[in-house]
């Protein structure tokens, strides 16, 4: 059913993100390539102790998630975590927010078509070369952004699928992994020592790597049930994504003899287990999770910057809805141009150190907002934290202490990004600047 102001008659979004649908974008928001190196990276840290790191992860991050469970219950708009810290804080932490997870989302994204090419390039050699490379990124995104403007049931569906075929490929990973242990047995694992800074920092990995699905709550104002199927998505896909990830790392860890100096630990198990037919099917499921997490953040992403607009945060532009597809198309069509531009700028290998001071800001910020939200809300919310503000103050906690692990020098993007938001709050508060229809 269409939504139509009542002031104006302009065609607005409409609703048709159900729960299952929710659950798929949670996921692919949060497994993109990561997966299938980071068994490895932890192997090296703690060895046979990684897979026992990999839930102590996933406990840290329902903390927060608990938080953004309660929270986006409260509300049925769309702009996610930007919307909950404005909400609570007001518009110039509402806009640094914003700003943090537009440049994360923007260089995370060109990082994951560069590394999409690379991926290819294991079936067609040439997809590296510069014009190859060119045409891939072009049409690619090209292609996302066809699909998401002409409607959000197709993105959805969309999204539904690419979920599937990642969740597929990585248990048959841990099937195929299984089977060789159970004939072969699993040789000792190497446990290196476990000091308080090698657990700190696998912590700190798998916080980032269990993270994104503060993305998928971006889209809100799409869902049929958003205040009842918001909390399902994210709890229903930190829970899939923390039995698969402990799965697989024990699987990693037991049937490579050097987990930790394997680059593709994933297609390594796959290969001893079922020879290189085993590994190409790995490798194109790598292909697959990375475009699902491309097109979840072109569904995603786009409907924060609609709701910047529509809280005149943002130009009135972004916050255009097409009148037959009724999709935010110039927020999508924005952020795909600009997206393009930065994947064919580079590959942004340093988007990690942003990531990791940001994600650890605004999640810090949004636990603290929940007794902010609770003694404003209006109406019940739908989903609530249980133990007071017990679970608010672990997840400040865990960012607090994980923040001691990140290296602040290399992160002056951050400070011109603050110095971004800065400078659009101050532009914003000018009397009609945003007053345009």
Not at 75 to 96: D, M, Q, W
Not at 306 to 324: G, I, K, M, T, Y
Request: aromatic share 8%; proline share 6%; net charge positive.
């Amino acid at each position: 059913m269409i939504r139509r102001s009542p002031s104006n008659g302009q065609p607005q979004l409409v609703r048709v993100i159900g729960r299952w649908s929710m659950v798929a974008l949670a996921l692919n928001s949060i497994l993109g390539s990561g997966i299938f190196g980071l068994p490895s990276i932890l192997a090296a840290l703690l060895g046979a102790w990684s897979p026992l790191a990999v839930l102590l992860g996933g406990a840290a991050t329902a903390a927060i998630v608990a938080c953004y469970a309660e929270v986006a219950s409260q509300f049925s708009a769309s702009g996610g975590t930007y919307l909950y810290i404005r909400t609570a804080f007001g518009r110039l932490a509402g806009l640094e927010t914003a700003w943090l997870m537009l440049l994360g989302r923007l260089t995370a994204c060109a990082g994951a078509l560069n590394l999409l090419v690379a991926y290819l390039a294991e079936f067609w050699p040439r997809a590296e070369a510069p014009v190859p490379r060119f045409w891939i990124i072009t049409l690619l995104l090209a292609t996302l952004t066809f699909v998401n403007v002409r409607g959000v049931g197709g993105a959805a569906r969309l999204g539904n699928a690419t979920a599937v075929a990642k969740l597929a490929a990585l248990l048959l990973v841990i099937a195929v992994g299984g089977l060789y242990l159970a004939h072969h047995g699993a040789p000792p694992a190497a446990r290196p020592p476990a000091g308080v800074g090698r657990w700190a920092d696998a912590l700190l990995l798998l916080l980032f790597a269990y993270g994104g699905y503060e993305v998928a709550l971006n889209p809100m104002g799409e869902a049929r049930d958003p205040r009842h199927d918001a909390p399902f998505a994210l709890l229903t896909a930190l829970l899939v994504v923390t039995v698969l990830y402990c799965a697989l790392q024990v699987v990693v860890v037991a049937v490579l003899p050097d987990a930790a100096a394997s680059t593709r630990p994933l297609a390594e198990v796959a290969r001893i287990a079922t020879g290189a037919a085993g590994a190409g099917v790995i490798a194109a499921g790598a292909l697959v999770s990375v475009y699902g997490y491309l097109s979840a953040n072109l569904l995603a992403v786009p409907r924060m910057t609609f709701a910047l607009a529509e809280a005149r945060d943002f130009p009135r532009l972004f916050a255009r809805v097409h009148p037959r597809w009724h999709t935010p198309y110039a927020s999508i069509v924005m952020f795909a141009v600009v997206l393009w531009a930065c994947a064919l700028l580079g590959s942004f290998t340093w988007n990690i150190t942003l990531s990791a001071v940001a994600r650890l800001l605004y999640y810090a910020a949004l636990c603290a907002a929940v007794p902010v939200l609770r003694r404003r809300a209006r109406r019940p919310a739908g989903f609530r934290v249980r133990g007071g503000l017990a679970l608010p103050i672990i997840g400040i906690a865990v960012c607090v202490a994980l923040g001691t692990r990140v290296d602040f020098s290399k992160s002056l993007v951050l400070l011109a990004t603050i110095g971004l938001a800065l400078g659009n709050w101050m532009a914003v508060r000018v009397p009609g600047l945003n007053s345009g229809p």
